[in-house]
Nanobody, 120 residues
């Protein structure tokens, strides 16, 4: 099993920045991808950014391209999300995700979420 613990959320003014961190524990050697998703009130959980831990390849949702950077420490299986030029529409609960491969395909592991509120 994989456990994920996020940190770094909070209240930020529009235009500000923050950095989210996620540390994995447990069966971390099985993780091949990590990422961040977010869920605003009344909306579905959507992808923000992902990275393949072995080669550093990244993927971003269009709304954060140019404002976000995802990075990871492959040995520690820790993933970070730097968000700049924050907008009120970035307000959401941000969830860390890790993927492993199970017998029946991809297994998604989730953190408990960290609240990010962008407001003046």
């Amino acid at each position: 099993q994989v456990q994920l613990v996020e940190s770094g959320g909070g209240l930020v003014q529009p235009g500000g920045s923050l950095r989210l961190s996620c540390a994995a524990s447990g069966s971390i050697s099985e993780i091949y991808a990590m990422g961040w998703y977010r869920q605003a009130p009344g909306k579905q959980r959507d992808l923000v950014a992902t990275t393949i831990t072995s080669n550093g390849r990244t993927n971003y949702t269009d709304s954060v391209k140019g404002r976000a950077t995802i990075s990871s420490d492959n040995a520690k299986k820790t993933v970070y999300l730097q968000l700049n030029a924050l907008k009120p529409e970035d307000t959401a609960v941000y969830y860390c995700n890790a993927q492993t491969m199970g017998l029946n395909g991809v297994v998604n592991h989730w953190g408990q979420g960290t609240q990010v509120t962008v407001s003046s």
